[in-house]
Protein backbone atom coordinates (compact mmCIF):
# COMPACT_ATOMS: atom_id res chain seq x y z
CA UNK A 1 0.00 0.00 0.00
CA UNK A 2 1.51 3.14 -1.21
CA UNK A 3 0.61 5.40 2.31
CA UNK A 4 2.31 3.66 4.94
CA UNK A 5 3.47 3.83 7.99
CA UNK A 6 6.64 2.59 9.10
CA UNK A 7 9.15 2.72 12.30
CA UNK A 8 12.71 3.45 10.71
CA UNK A 9 13.40 2.43 14.46
CA UNK A 10 12.92 -1.03 14.58
CA UNK A 11 11.07 -1.98 11.15
CA UNK A 12 7.14 -1.88 12.41
CA UNK A 13 4.38 -1.39 10.04
CA UNK A 14 2.28 0.67 12.12
CA UNK A 15 -0.73 1.73 9.96
CA UNK A 16 -1.88 1.21 6.46
CA UNK A 17 -4.20 4.04 4.47
CA UNK A 18 -5.70 3.37 1.45
CA UNK A 19 -5.48 6.05 -1.72
CA UNK A 20 -8.46 8.23 -2.94
CA UNK A 21 -10.80 6.76 -5.47
CA UNK A 22 -11.99 9.34 -7.89
CA UNK A 23 -14.79 9.76 -6.66
CA UNK A 24 -13.36 10.51 -3.21
CA UNK A 25 -10.89 12.43 -4.60
CA UNK A 26 -13.64 14.45 -6.67
CA UNK A 27 -16.05 15.28 -3.51
CA UNK A 28 -12.60 16.50 -1.66
CA UNK A 29 -12.17 18.75 -4.89
CA UNK A 30 -15.67 20.04 -4.44
CA UNK A 31 -15.69 20.81 -1.02
CA UNK A 32 -12.39 22.73 -1.27
CA UNK A 33 -14.13 25.21 -3.85
CA UNK A 34 -17.23 25.33 -1.99
CA UNK A 35 -15.58 26.12 1.31
CA UNK A 36 -13.24 28.64 -0.67
CA UNK A 37 -16.39 30.69 -2.00
CA UNK A 38 -17.04 31.39 1.68
CA UNK A 39 -13.58 31.62 3.06
CA UNK A 40 -12.60 34.04 1.02
CA UNK A 41 -14.84 37.02 2.47
CA UNK A 42 -14.22 36.09 6.11
CA UNK A 43 -12.73 39.09 7.79
CA UNK A 44 -8.96 38.31 9.11
CA UNK A 45 -10.17 38.01 12.82
CA UNK A 46 -12.41 35.15 11.93
CA UNK A 47 -9.32 33.64 10.05
CA UNK A 48 -7.16 34.40 12.94
CA UNK A 49 -9.16 32.35 15.58
CA UNK A 50 -8.56 29.29 13.44
CA UNK A 51 -5.00 29.76 13.63
CA UNK A 52 -3.98 30.91 16.84
CA UNK A 53 -6.34 27.78 18.22
CA UNK A 54 -4.75 25.78 16.35
CA UNK A 55 -0.99 26.71 17.10
CA UNK A 56 -2.70 26.52 20.94
CA UNK A 57 -3.55 23.13 20.87
CA UNK A 58 -0.03 22.53 18.89
CA UNK A 59 1.38 23.66 22.47
CA UNK A 60 -1.08 21.72 24.48
CA UNK A 61 -0.38 18.29 23.17
CA UNK A 62 2.99 18.93 21.78
CA UNK A 63 3.85 15.04 23.05
CA UNK A 64 0.88 13.86 21.33
CA UNK A 65 1.88 15.23 17.73
CA UNK A 66 6.12 15.10 18.73
CA UNK A 67 5.66 11.09 19.14
CA UNK A 68 4.04 10.77 16.00
CA UNK A 69 6.81 12.35 13.73
CA UNK A 70 9.91 10.09 15.59
CA UNK A 71 7.23 6.82 15.16
CA UNK A 72 6.66 7.62 11.37
CA UNK A 73 9.84 9.04 10.17
CA UNK A 74 12.28 8.78 13.12
CA UNK A 75 13.33 12.01 14.39
CA UNK A 76 14.60 12.91 18.06
CA UNK A 77 12.42 12.82 20.03
CA UNK A 78 13.05 16.42 21.37
CA UNK A 79 13.85 17.68 17.65
CA UNK A 80 10.31 16.66 17.12
CA UNK A 81 8.71 18.43 20.09
CA UNK A 82 10.67 22.01 18.77
CA UNK A 83 9.25 21.09 15.23
CA UNK A 84 5.73 21.05 16.58
CA UNK A 85 6.75 24.66 18.84
CA UNK A 86 8.07 25.92 15.18
CA UNK A 87 5.13 24.99 13.94
CA UNK A 88 2.56 27.00 16.33
CA UNK A 89 5.38 29.75 15.94
CA UNK A 90 4.88 30.29 11.80
CA UNK A 91 0.94 29.65 12.81
CA UNK A 92 0.65 32.34 15.39
CA UNK A 93 2.82 34.41 13.28
CA UNK A 94 1.20 34.85 10.02
CA UNK A 95 -2.42 34.95 12.26
CA UNK A 96 -1.01 37.54 13.94
CA UNK A 97 0.69 39.72 11.15
CA UNK A 98 -1.43 39.08 7.49
CA UNK A 99 -3.97 41.64 7.82
CA UNK A 100 -0.32 44.44 7.91
CA UNK A 101 1.76 42.24 5.34
CA UNK A 102 -1.60 42.31 3.10
CA UNK A 103 -2.81 45.51 3.69
CA UNK A 104 -3.30 47.96 0.56
CA UNK A 105 -0.86 49.83 -1.12
CA UNK A 106 -1.51 53.35 -2.38
CA UNK A 107 0.55 54.20 -5.09
CA UNK A 108 2.08 57.92 -5.72
CA UNK A 109 0.77 58.83 -8.96
CA UNK A 110 0.11 62.01 -10.92
CA UNK A 111 -3.68 62.08 -10.64
CA UNK A 112 -6.16 60.22 -9.60
CA UNK A 113 -6.26 57.28 -6.83
CA UNK A 114 -4.14 54.09 -7.32
CA UNK A 115 -4.54 51.01 -4.55
CA UNK A 116 -3.20 47.65 -4.97
CA UNK A 117 -5.44 44.75 -3.07
CA UNK A 118 -3.98 41.72 -2.37
CA UNK A 119 -6.52 39.08 -3.21
CA UNK A 120 -6.95 35.07 -2.68
CA UNK A 121 -6.97 33.52 -5.95
CA UNK A 122 -8.57 30.00 -4.56
CA UNK A 123 -7.90 26.53 -3.79
CA UNK A 124 -4.00 25.75 -4.06
CA UNK A 125 -2.21 22.09 -3.65
CA UNK A 126 1.07 21.68 -1.55
CA UNK A 127 2.93 18.45 -2.49
CA UNK A 128 5.24 18.11 0.71
CA UNK A 129 7.79 16.07 1.94
CA UNK A 130 8.42 13.79 5.32
CA UNK A 131 11.25 15.67 7.08
CA UNK A 132 9.48 18.00 8.75
CA UNK A 133 5.62 16.85 8.56
CA UNK A 134 4.12 19.64 10.21
CA UNK A 135 6.79 22.42 9.44
CA UNK A 136 6.21 21.93 6.06
CA UNK A 137 2.82 22.02 5.56
CA UNK A 138 2.41 24.72 8.43
CA UNK A 139 4.69 27.34 6.14
CA UNK A 140 2.35 26.35 3.01
CA UNK A 141 -1.13 26.39 5.05
CA UNK A 142 -0.67 29.44 7.49
CA UNK A 143 0.13 31.82 5.23
CA UNK A 144 -2.34 30.87 2.42
CA UNK A 145 -5.14 30.44 5.18
CA UNK A 146 -4.35 34.20 6.06
CA UNK A 147 -4.51 35.21 2.60
CA UNK A 148 -8.23 33.72 2.27
CA UNK A 149 -6.96 30.78 -0.24
CA UNK A 150 -7.59 27.46 0.69
CA UNK A 151 -5.41 24.89 0.67
CA UNK A 152 -5.33 20.97 -0.34
CA UNK A 153 -2.08 19.32 0.76
CA UNK A 154 -0.05 15.55 -0.96
CA UNK A 155 1.89 14.71 2.00
CA UNK A 156 4.72 12.28 1.80
CA UNK A 157 3.84 8.20 1.47
CA UNK A 158 5.88 7.61 5.00
CA UNK A 159 4.23 10.03 7.02
CA UNK A 160 0.26 9.35 6.50
CA UNK A 161 0.00 9.71 10.51
CA UNK A 162 1.39 13.03 10.55
CA UNK A 163 -1.03 14.23 7.43
CA UNK A 164 -4.10 13.27 9.34
CA UNK A 165 -3.29 14.51 12.49
CA UNK A 166 -2.37 17.88 10.93
CA UNK A 167 -6.10 17.95 8.62
CA UNK A 168 -7.43 16.49 11.76
CA UNK A 169 -5.92 19.53 14.02
CA UNK A 170 -7.07 22.15 11.59
CA UNK A 171 -10.97 20.49 11.77
CA UNK A 172 -10.86 21.01 15.68
CA UNK A 173 -9.47 24.27 15.41
CA UNK A 174 -12.63 25.49 13.27
CA UNK A 175 -11.55 24.96 9.74
CA UNK A 176 -14.50 24.30 7.76
CA UNK A 177 -14.64 21.41 5.43
CA UNK A 178 -12.80 22.15 2.65
CA UNK A 179 -10.07 24.76 4.32
CA UNK A 180 -7.42 22.30 4.73
CA UNK A 181 -7.69 19.09 2.58
CA UNK A 182 -5.19 16.21 3.30
CA UNK A 183 -5.42 13.56 -0.22
CA UNK A 184 -3.64 10.15 0.28
CA UNK A 185 -3.23 10.36 -4.01
CA UNK A 186 -1.60 8.65 -6.45
CA UNK A 187 1.13 10.24 -8.61
CA UNK A 188 -1.11 9.82 -11.27
CA UNK A 189 -3.80 11.77 -9.49
CA UNK A 190 -1.53 14.35 -8.66
CA UNK A 191 -1.32 15.40 -12.16
CA UNK A 192 -5.11 15.17 -12.43
CA UNK A 193 -5.14 17.45 -9.56
CA UNK A 194 -2.50 20.25 -10.99
CA UNK A 195 -4.42 19.81 -14.26
CA UNK A 196 -8.03 20.59 -12.64
CA UNK A 197 -9.03 24.57 -13.70
CA UNK A 198 -10.07 24.52 -10.00
CA UNK A 199 -6.56 24.28 -8.91
CA UNK A 200 -5.05 28.00 -9.02
CA UNK A 201 -1.45 27.15 -7.75
CA UNK A 202 0.73 25.03 -6.72
CA UNK A 203 3.63 24.48 -4.31
CA UNK A 204 6.12 21.71 -4.11
CA UNK A 205 9.06 20.83 -1.28
CA UNK A 206 11.25 17.69 -1.87
CA UNK A 207 13.62 16.67 -4.32
CA UNK A 208 14.49 17.83 -7.46
CA UNK A 209 13.69 15.32 -9.60
CA UNK A 210 9.70 15.89 -7.81
CA UNK A 211 9.44 19.32 -8.67
CA UNK A 212 10.52 19.45 -12.39
CA UNK A 213 7.74 16.86 -12.58
CA UNK A 214 5.15 18.93 -10.70
CA UNK A 215 6.82 22.29 -12.33
CA UNK A 216 6.23 20.78 -15.82
CA UNK A 217 2.39 20.09 -15.18
CA UNK A 218 1.69 23.08 -13.58
CA UNK A 219 3.79 25.09 -16.39
CA UNK A 220 1.92 22.84 -19.05
CA UNK A 221 -1.51 24.59 -17.04
CA UNK A 222 0.27 27.62 -17.06
CA UNK A 223 -0.37 27.60 -12.86
CA UNK A 224 1.70 29.77 -10.99
CA UNK A 225 4.44 27.07 -8.56
CA UNK A 226 6.61 27.43 -5.69
CA UNK A 227 9.61 24.91 -5.78
CA UNK A 228 11.78 24.57 -2.56
CA UNK A 229 13.93 22.06 -3.42
CA UNK A 230 17.29 20.06 -2.39
CA UNK A 231 20.60 22.25 -1.36
CA UNK A 232 24.10 21.45 -0.50
CA UNK A 233 25.34 24.15 2.01
CA UNK A 234 28.29 25.26 1.74
CA UNK A 235 29.93 25.66 5.64
CA UNK A 236 32.76 28.11 5.14
CA UNK A 237 35.35 29.15 7.63
CA UNK A 238 37.92 31.42 7.07
CA UNK A 239 41.14 32.40 8.82
CA UNK A 240 40.28 34.30 11.54
CA UNK A 241 37.28 31.92 13.11
CA UNK A 242 36.38 30.58 16.10
CA UNK A 243 37.35 27.41 15.82
CA UNK A 244 35.42 25.63 18.94
CA UNK A 245 32.66 27.34 17.89
CA UNK A 246 32.96 26.53 13.91
CA UNK A 247 33.44 22.53 14.57
CA UNK A 248 30.17 22.96 17.22
CA UNK A 249 28.08 24.94 14.97
CA UNK A 250 29.27 21.99 12.11
CA UNK A 251 27.96 19.42 14.00
CA UNK A 252 24.68 21.04 14.47
CA UNK A 253 24.29 22.00 11.17
CA UNK A 254 25.18 18.78 9.56
CA UNK A 255 23.69 16.02 12.02
CA UNK A 256 20.06 18.23 12.98
CA UNK A 257 17.49 15.88 12.12
CA UNK A 258 19.74 12.98 10.91
CA UNK A 259 21.45 15.20 8.17
CA UNK A 260 17.82 15.29 6.49
CA UNK A 261 17.83 18.32 6.03
CA UNK A 262 17.72 20.58 2.58
CA UNK A 263 19.53 23.82 4.54
CA UNK A 264 21.70 21.36 6.14
CA UNK A 265 25.69 21.75 6.08
CA UNK A 266 26.71 19.75 3.89
CA UNK A 267 29.99 21.01 2.41
CA UNK A 268 32.77 22.17 5.12
CA UNK A 269 35.15 24.36 3.04
CA UNK A 270 37.97 25.41 5.63
CA UNK A 271 40.85 27.61 4.80
CA UNK A 272 44.16 25.86 4.73
CA UNK A 273 45.30 27.38 8.07
CA UNK A 274 42.30 25.69 10.05
CA UNK A 275 42.04 22.74 8.18
CA UNK A 276 43.79 20.14 10.16
CA UNK A 277 42.71 21.45 13.21
CA UNK A 278 39.14 21.64 12.53
CA UNK A 279 39.21 18.21 10.68
CA UNK A 280 40.46 16.47 13.60
CA UNK A 281 38.14 18.41 15.99
CA UNK A 282 34.93 17.72 13.55
CA UNK A 283 35.64 13.99 13.16
CA UNK A 284 36.20 13.21 17.09
CA UNK A 285 32.78 14.80 17.52
CA UNK A 286 30.42 13.04 14.92
CA UNK A 287 32.72 10.07 16.34
CA UNK A 288 30.77 10.48 19.50
CA UNK A 289 27.33 9.79 18.70
CA UNK A 290 25.59 6.63 19.48
CA UNK A 291 22.32 5.13 18.06
CA UNK A 292 19.69 4.42 19.69
CA UNK A 293 15.57 4.88 20.01
CA UNK A 294 14.73 7.98 18.86
CA UNK A 295 11.93 8.33 21.51
CA UNK A 296 14.86 7.86 24.22
CA UNK A 297 15.46 11.41 25.34
CA UNK A 298 19.41 10.53 25.77
CA UNK A 299 19.73 9.34 22.20
CA UNK A 300 22.21 11.39 20.15
CA UNK A 301 21.93 9.35 16.74
CA UNK A 302 18.33 8.82 15.36
CA UNK A 303 17.59 6.40 12.70
CA UNK A 304 17.08 8.07 8.97
CA UNK A 305 13.49 7.94 7.74
CA UNK A 306 13.61 4.99 6.05
CA UNK A 307 15.05 1.48 5.33
CA UNK A 308 15.08 2.82 1.65
CA UNK A 309 17.12 6.24 1.99
CA UNK A 310 19.55 4.92 3.91
CA UNK A 311 20.25 2.12 1.29
CA UNK A 312 20.38 5.20 -1.27
CA UNK A 313 22.58 6.98 0.83
CA UNK A 314 24.92 4.36 1.63
CA UNK A 315 25.37 3.62 -2.37
CA UNK A 316 26.11 7.35 -2.50
CA UNK A 317 29.16 6.92 -0.20
CA UNK A 318 30.12 3.85 -1.90
CA UNK A 319 30.00 5.89 -5.61
CA UNK A 320 31.71 8.62 -4.14
CA UNK A 321 34.40 5.95 -2.43
CA UNK A 322 34.92 4.25 -5.74
CA UNK A 323 35.21 7.70 -7.48
CA UNK A 324 39.08 8.29 -4.46
CA UNK A 325 36.99 10.06 -1.30
CA UNK A 326 38.22 8.98 1.48
CA UNK A 327 35.94 8.00 4.26
CA UNK A 328 37.87 9.25 7.53
CA UNK A 329 35.02 8.65 9.87
CA UNK A 330 31.68 6.34 9.46
CA UNK A 331 31.13 5.30 5.65
CA UNK A 332 28.93 2.16 6.49
CA UNK A 333 26.11 1.30 8.17
CA UNK A 334 25.83 1.39 12.25
CA UNK A 335 26.03 -2.17 13.27
CA UNK A 336 22.75 -2.03 14.88
CA UNK A 337 19.20 -3.17 13.54
CA UNK A 338 17.04 -0.21 12.04
CA UNK A 339 17.96 2.43 9.53
CA UNK A 340 21.11 3.72 10.92
CA UNK A 341 23.55 5.43 9.18
CA UNK A 342 27.10 6.15 10.95
CA UNK A 343 28.10 10.02 10.65
CA UNK A 344 30.28 10.04 8.01
CA UNK A 345 32.85 12.37 6.53
CA UNK A 346 34.35 12.49 2.98
CA UNK A 347 37.44 13.91 2.38
CA UNK A 348 39.52 14.07 -0.83
CA UNK A 349 36.69 14.15 -3.26
CA UNK A 350 37.98 15.61 -6.51
CA UNK A 351 35.60 17.92 -9.37
CA UNK A 352 34.85 14.31 -11.16
CA UNK A 353 33.59 13.36 -7.67
CA UNK A 354 29.79 12.74 -8.44
CA UNK A 355 29.87 13.29 -4.90
CA UNK A 356 31.13 16.64 -5.88
CA UNK A 357 27.93 18.32 -7.45
CA UNK A 358 25.24 16.00 -5.72
CA UNK A 359 22.83 16.52 -1.96
CA UNK A 360 24.14 13.78 0.62
CA UNK A 361 20.37 13.87 2.70
CA UNK A 362 22.02 12.23 6.16
CA UNK A 363 24.96 12.61 8.71
CA UNK A 364 27.58 12.25 5.67
CA UNK A 365 29.61 15.43 5.91
CA UNK A 366 32.04 16.84 2.34
CA UNK A 367 35.00 17.84 3.28
CA UNK A 368 37.32 20.77 1.66
CA UNK A 369 40.10 22.73 2.28
CA UNK A 370 41.07 25.77 0.49
CA UNK A 371 43.43 28.53 0.08
CA UNK A 372 41.99 31.02 0.68
CA UNK A 373 38.20 33.18 1.14
CA UNK A 374 38.36 33.31 -2.07
CA UNK A 375 38.92 29.90 -2.93
CA UNK A 376 36.11 29.06 -0.64
CA UNK A 377 33.90 31.35 -2.05
CA UNK A 378 34.46 30.13 -5.93
CA UNK A 379 33.85 26.61 -4.36
CA UNK A 380 30.99 27.11 -2.71
CA UNK A 381 29.19 28.87 -5.80
CA UNK A 382 30.88 25.50 -8.10
CA UNK A 383 27.25 23.64 -7.00
CA UNK A 384 23.58 23.60 -9.06
CA UNK A 385 22.39 24.11 -6.01
CA UNK A 386 21.81 27.88 -4.10
CA UNK A 387 19.49 27.11 -1.16
CA UNK A 388 22.10 28.52 2.01
CA UNK A 389 25.02 28.62 3.29
CA UNK A 390 27.18 29.91 6.33
CA UNK A 391 30.61 32.16 6.57
CA UNK A 392 32.65 32.05 10.18
CA UNK A 393 34.30 34.65 10.80
CA UNK A 394 35.28 36.82 13.58
CA UNK A 395 35.07 40.00 11.76
CA UNK A 396 31.44 40.25 10.83
CA UNK A 397 31.50 42.94 7.92
CA UNK A 398 33.86 40.67 6.29
CA UNK A 399 31.60 37.98 7.00
CA UNK A 400 28.61 39.79 5.24
CA UNK A 401 31.33 40.97 2.31
CA UNK A 402 31.72 36.66 1.95
CA UNK A 403 27.93 36.19 2.67
CA UNK A 404 26.86 38.89 -0.49
CA UNK A 405 29.23 36.87 -3.04
CA UNK A 406 27.53 33.56 -2.44
CA UNK A 407 24.95 32.25 -4.42
CA UNK A 408 22.09 31.42 -2.44
CA UNK A 409 18.98 32.38 -1.43
CA UNK A 410 20.52 32.82 2.02
CA UNK A 411 23.53 33.08 4.13
CA UNK A 412 24.03 32.86 7.73
CA UNK A 413 27.23 33.94 9.76
CA UNK A 414 28.74 31.84 12.50
CA UNK A 415 25.81 29.62 12.37
CA UNK A 416 24.38 27.09 10.42
CA UNK A 417 20.78 27.63 8.85
CA UNK A 418 17.82 27.61 11.00
CA UNK A 419 14.09 28.48 10.11
CA UNK A 420 11.95 30.88 11.89
CA UNK A 421 8.63 32.37 10.90
CA UNK A 422 10.12 36.09 9.91
CA UNK A 423 12.92 35.11 7.66
CA UNK A 424 12.86 34.08 4.35
CA UNK A 425 13.15 31.03 3.36
CA UNK A 426 14.00 29.45 -0.37
CA UNK A 427 16.72 29.70 -3.27
CA UNK A 428 18.08 29.88 -6.67
CA UNK A 429 19.68 27.85 -9.37
CA UNK A 430 17.86 24.23 -8.70
CA UNK A 431 17.25 24.62 -5.45
CA UNK A 432 13.78 26.11 -7.00
CA UNK A 433 12.24 29.12 -6.62
CA UNK A 434 9.57 31.83 -4.86
CA UNK A 435 9.91 31.94 -0.77
CA UNK A 436 8.29 30.63 2.21
CA UNK A 437 7.97 32.34 5.50
CA UNK A 438 7.74 35.70 6.36
CA UNK A 439 6.38 38.50 4.27
CA UNK A 440 7.46 37.14 1.23
CA UNK A 441 5.59 33.75 1.66
CA UNK A 442 2.09 35.41 2.02
CA UNK A 443 2.50 37.63 -1.48
CA UNK A 444 3.42 34.27 -3.88
CA UNK A 445 -0.27 33.01 -4.04
CA UNK A 446 -2.43 36.19 -3.85
CA UNK A 447 -3.72 38.60 -6.93
CA UNK A 448 -1.84 41.87 -6.66
CA UNK A 449 -5.20 43.82 -7.95
CA UNK A 450 -5.08 47.29 -9.30
CA UNK A 451 -7.62 49.74 -8.45
CA UNK A 452 -7.39 52.89 -10.45
CA UNK A 453 -9.60 55.72 -10.12
CA UNK A 454 -8.28 58.78 -13.17
P1 LIG B 1 10.56 13.39 -2.94
O1 LIG B 1 10.82 14.62 -3.70
O2 LIG B 1 10.46 12.13 -3.69
O3 LIG B 1 9.20 13.56 -2.12
C1 LIG B 1 8.66 14.81 -1.75
C2 LIG B 1 7.17 14.83 -2.11
O4 LIG B 1 7.00 14.79 -3.52
C3 LIG B 1 6.40 13.64 -1.57
O5 LIG B 1 5.09 14.04 -1.21
C4 LIG B 1 6.37 12.71 -2.76
O6 LIG B 1 5.34 11.78 -2.71
C5 LIG B 1 6.18 13.69 -3.88
N1 LIG B 1 6.60 13.21 -5.19
C6 LIG B 1 7.75 12.55 -5.50
N2 LIG B 1 7.80 12.30 -6.81
C7 LIG B 1 6.68 12.80 -7.36
C8 LIG B 1 6.15 12.83 -8.68
N3 LIG B 1 6.80 12.32 -9.71
N4 LIG B 1 4.95 13.41 -8.88
C9 LIG B 1 4.28 13.93 -7.85
N5 LIG B 1 4.72 13.93 -6.57
C10 LIG B 1 5.90 13.38 -6.33
O7 LIG B 1 11.61 13.29 -1.82
P2 LIG B 1 12.25 11.94 -1.24
O8 LIG B 1 11.39 11.43 -0.19
O9 LIG B 1 12.62 11.03 -2.34
O10 LIG B 1 13.57 12.53 -0.62
C11 LIG B 1 14.79 12.43 -1.31
C12 LIG B 1 15.35 13.75 -1.73
O11 LIG B 1 14.39 14.79 -1.75
C13 LIG B 1 16.42 14.27 -0.81
O12 LIG B 1 17.67 13.79 -1.18
C14 LIG B 1 16.34 15.76 -0.97
O13 LIG B 1 17.09 16.18 -2.06
C15 LIG B 1 14.93 16.03 -1.33
N6 LIG B 1 14.15 16.55 -0.24
C16 LIG B 1 14.18 17.88 -0.03
C17 LIG B 1 13.47 18.39 0.99
C18 LIG B 1 13.45 19.83 1.27
O14 LIG B 1 13.13 20.20 2.38
N7 LIG B 1 13.74 20.68 0.30
C19 LIG B 1 12.66 17.55 1.88
C20 LIG B 1 12.69 16.15 1.57
C21 LIG B 1 13.42 15.70 0.53
P3 LIG B 1 5.62 10.23 -2.26
O15 LIG B 1 6.10 10.29 -0.87
O16 LIG B 1 4.27 9.61 -2.42
O17 LIG B 1 6.65 9.70 -3.21
Known amino acids: ?39 R ?49 ILDYYA ?6 LSAE ?15 IGVLFGVEPWNYPYYQIARFAAPNLMAGNVVMVKHASNVPQCARAFERLMTEAGAPAGAYTNLYISKDQVSQVID ?69 SKRFIVVESLADRF ?22 LAPLSSQAALDNLLEQVQRAVAAGAKAVVGGARSDVPGAFMQPTIL ?8 AYKEEFFGPVALFFRVADEKAAIALANDSPFGLGGSVFTKDLERGKRVA ?27 SGYGRELSSAGIQEFVNKKLIRVE
Open 41 to 89: TTSFTERREVLQRAAAILRERTDEFAKLITLEMGKLIDQSRGEVALSAA
Open 196 to 264: DPRIKGVALTGSEAAGAVVAARAGQNLKKTTMELGGSDAFIVLDDADLDEAVKQGVIGRMGNSGQACTA
Open 347 to 354: TDIDKNNP
Open 279 to 300: LAQFTAALAGFEPGDPMNPATT
Open 96 to 101: QNAEEF
Open 404 to 430: RQIETGMVFINKPNSSSPELPFGGIKN
Open 106 to 120: KLHTKTGEAIVESNP
Open 1 to 39: MAYQSTNPYDGKVLEQFKESDAAQLETQLATAVDCYAAW
